[in-house]
């Protein structure tokens, strides 16, 4: 809708992950760091955590895009309560045939599949999304997948990304072990009001546009409510810029912005800083 009035060449702010649009400032370049070291160092589990909608998606999206042709990658990203058996996912991650197998059989596939690409010179990663809704013994069933070995060689990788409710879990008595497994481990942090800016900047010059559009103040204020959550940025430039499409404004004035939080939240569907103190402070807690 707003595209050509902005001049972009296609959406800046979509809420779908998307590498194109990764801005890597020192947090997100960090923990794609400490994914990037997991891997090449065959460390046995990786754990990345951070909150909902802080871009942890979109990291695993990048480095899917840099990963070798000598590593064999599953991907289980539908995690919830009624997750299933565990096997069962992950021989589907790998389209290995499942159905209507036992569960022992099940392991034997698995086995038989992560021996073979040893044998092969491949290296297996499995990469579970969301993985907080694991429940622990979903958990202690991976640590004990991870037991897999070929000539004494640790054949089987594994990358979690998940809420920080993850973390918690991995604390408790009886995933003690587990938690002694994990060789990386990093939390994302929320952006900063400094790192929104330059988020934003990043993200509309990526799309074509000119970053003039978000003037400082304004992306200072897209902090303030977003507490500096990336998915939150998003949603709040893309309304934005549909309200000033609206209004045929060239720029995205801070009372655009008012504007669009003022209507979500009279609608019940944002809630924001003046609901909830940001963990990053803004002066004297009014808003920019």
Request: charged content about 20%; glycine content about 8%; proline content about 5%.
């Amino acid at each position: 809708m707003y595209e050509a009035f902005y001049g972009f060449s296609e959406k800046p702010f979509s809420l779908l992950p998307d590498p194109s649009f990764l801005y890597l400032g020192r947090k997100h370049r960090m923990a794609l760091t400490m994914l990037q070291y997991g891997l090449m160092n065959n460390a046995g589990f990786t754990v990345i955590t951070g909150e909902i909608g802080s871009g942890k998606t979109t990291l695993i999206r990048q480095l899917l895009d840099e990963i070798e042709e000598d590593v064999t990658v599953g991907l289980i990203t539908n995690t919830h309560e009624s997750f299933g058996d565990l096997l069962q996912w992950v021989l589907m991650a790998y389209g290995i045939e499942y159905k209507g197998m036992e569960k022992v059989e099940l392991y034997e596939a698995f086995v038989q599949f992560v021996v073979g690409e040893y044998a092969e010179n491949r290296r297996t990663v499995l990469i579970i999304d969301e993985a907080q809704n694991l429940s622990p013994k979903t958990l202690e069933e991976l640590r004990m997948l991870s037991n897999i070995n070929a000539d004494k060689n640790q054949v089987l990788q594994m990358i979690m990304v998940g809420q920080p409710e993850l973390r918690t879990m991995l604390m408790l008595p009886s995933l003690k072990q587990f938690a002694q497994r994990v060789s990386v481990s990093h939390h994302l942090d929320a952006l900063n009001s400094e790192e929104t800016v330059k988020y934003i900047h990043h993200r509309v010059s990526v799309a074509g546009g000119d970053p003039a559009i978000f003037p400082a103040k304004s992306c200072s204020l897209i902090w303030y409510y977003s507490r500096g959550v990336p998915r939150v940025i998003n949603s709040l430039c893309d309304t934005s810029l549909v309200y000033g499409f609206a209004e045929q404004s060239a720029t995205v004035e801070p009372e655009l912005i008012k504007d669009v939080v003022r209507d979500r939240k009279a609608g019940g569907l944002f809630t924001t800083h003046d609901d909830e103190p940001a963990t990053q402070q803004a002066g004297n807690g009014d808003p920019p």
